[in-house]
Each structure stands twice: as structure tokens, then as C-alpha cells.
């Protein structure tokens, strides 16, 4: 009886028919997940690198303005945003600051920057004296008296998978662009 068991484990023991299935139901479900995982990877790429090119563009479009912008044209510019990231209105914004250098410019630590104007678009508050010390390692250094474009664009970004096994929840993608104004020596605005 003892040889007979013996004999019916070590055939049981022995037997590899069938273990490619068994490693496929381990293996699958891990490959699906990293597909998943990569797949919610470069998207989240695709859409930072969009909301940054948008970024880029609707800065470029404000260092080649010589007429004066009001809000009309910023909403313009939040259009082309939207256009160009696919975000909706609900979710996203734009904000266009002029800031210049009023003494020590040279200088990164001590120079004295101040706003000359800031307005945003679907909500997004325009930047007062307070919020100059949190942008002033954001902008690079400049000559005393000039001015430059500081663009700052947002929009959500949710994953389109909302596993949280392999995916993040939704954020903000924030980017900002600081510009040199190109064929006029300002940036006006006008109420």
C-alpha cells in the first residue's frame, strides 16, 4: 500500500503536462497590470507635454502683441488652451502676469521685483505683492526696468483608469512660462 501511494505521488510529482497553463493564469494577470500601468504612464506624459507646448504657444502669441490685451483676448487665449490640451472650461485656466525689475536686478537673492499686472481666466485670481516672493525663484534674471511675460496655465488631468492598484487620482497640471516681450519694449493692458 505504502509503494502504491509512493508511486501515485511521484507520478503526480513528475507530471508537467499542464504547467504552462498554470504559469499563464500567474503570469497574465501581472502582464495586464503592467500594460495598464504603462499605458496610464505615457498619457500622463502626452498630456503634460501638451499642456506645456500649449503653454509655450499662447506665450509666444503675447510677446509678438503690440496692441494693448484686455480680458476678451485672454479669453481668446484660454480658448486656445482648451483647443489644444482638450480640457473644458470647468477645468482648467490661464493666467497672464507682466512683472518688471524695480532695483538690485543683478542680484537673485536681494532684487525687488513687482507685478506691473496680472489677470486669469475661469477663476484663476490675479497675482498681487504677496505672491511675489513664491514666484521670484521662477523668474530668471533680468535688466533693471524691463518687463516679462509670465504665462501660467492649468488644466486636470484624470487617468483613464480609476484602479487605484495601478493608476493615481486626478491632478493638476501646472505649467508656467516666463518671456520676453519681441517686437514692443511692454505688455499693456487694457480695461
Known amino acids: 500500500m505504502k509503494k502504491l501511494a509512493g508511486k501515485i505521488l511521484g507520478f503526480w510529482r513528475s507530471d508537467e503536462r499542464g504547467s504552462l497553463s498554470v504559469e499563464a493564469i500567474f503570469a497574465f494577470p501581472m502582464l495586464i497590470f503592467f500594460l495598464i500601468a504603462l499605458y496610464v504612464f505615457f498619457d500622463a506624459f502626452k498630456a503634460q507635454n501638451t499642456s506645456y507646448r500649449a503653454n509655450y504657444t499662447i506665450s509666444d502669441m503675447l510677446s509678438r502683441q503690440t496692441d494693448p490685451v484686455d480680458q476678451n483676448f485672454l479669453n ?50 490675479s497675482l498681487g505683492a504677496n505672491d511675489i516672493t513664491f514666484y521670484k525663484s521662477k523668474i530668471p534674471l533680468f535688466a533693471y526696468g524691463d518687463r516679462l511675460i509670465f504665462v501660467e496655465t492649468s488644466r486636470q488631468y ?34
Not at 472650461?89 to 524695480?102: G, H, L
Not at 536681494?110 to 475661469?122: A, E, F, I, K, M
Open 76 to 125: 481668446g487665449l484660454d480658448k486656445v488652451f482648451r483647443f489644444m490640451t482638450h480640457a473644458g472650461p470647468e477645468n482648467s485656466w490661464i493666467r497672464v502676469s507682466v512683472v518688471r525689475c524695480t532695483a538690485n536686478c543683478t542680484d537673485e537673492n536681494s532684487r525687488q521685483l513687482s507685478w506691473v499686472w496680472s489677470h486669469g481666466t475661469n477663476g484663476a485670481r
Open 158 to 191: 484624470f487617468p483613464p483608469f480609476t484602479n487605484p492598484l495601478f493608476t493615481f487620482a486626478g491632478r493638476d497640471l501646472v505649467s508656467f512660462t516666463v518671456t520676453r516681450p519681441r517686437f514692443a519694449p511692454q505688455l499693456l493692458w487694457h480695461s
